[in-house]
């Protein structure tokens, strides 16, 4: 990752790949949209309610997926004083809390049908809202701060702490007893789902996860810029008489 510490570099990587990811994600998601909803038959159990999982299941993956690349991120930064690992760290807070709090609105909706209430208070969803939380508190912490190294200290030693949550969430339907299935798709023996409910999920998955990394080179190209900005804007005051 050492190539990509000078941001011009970055910038320009980042403008290569863009467009393609966003050209990838629009027809994966189309087409797992119109795979889950027309194509894919309804449960058995639970009727064209679980059609939900389409877009529930790759937001809760990509919520502990978006969370661990934070955590890399920011030990990167913290360790190897990574300037563009900062930026990154910081662009993806609010895509991995926009996804978490999709999963956790999504399992909701799915939850009131199958469960019979809107909310309960399981080892799976309680460790989700955790994990929302940390999101929230990492970008909370950047802002409280006028220093951008310093926010990012503090938000970066917050997101590590906060890592031990994501294994948590992995197994606590292995460790305790809750409402949750165990995992299903990645699992040893291959996953336990029909072909026709699986290609639609990893279809939506696949363009979940495209759209995700388009977001945050987005918002780490519009933090160089604003940083940037800042600088030159200092430099201008300074040259004020």
Known sequence: MHFLANPGRFLRLSAAFRPWLAGLAAVAIAAGLYLGLFEAPPDYQQGDTVRIMFVHVPSAWLALSIYTAMTAFA???LVWRHPVA????????????AFTLTALATGSLWGKPMWGAWWVWDARLTSVLVLFFLYLGAIALRAAHDDPERGGKAAGILTLVGFVNVPIIKFSVDWWNTLHQPASV???GGPAIHASILTPLLVMALGFSLFAAWTVLVRAEAEIFGRRARVLELKRSADRP
């Open 75 to 77: 030990l990167m930064s």
């Open 86 to 97: 900062d930026l990154l760290a910081k662009a993806c807070a609010p895509v991995g809390a």
């Open 186 to 188: 990645l699992k040893a």
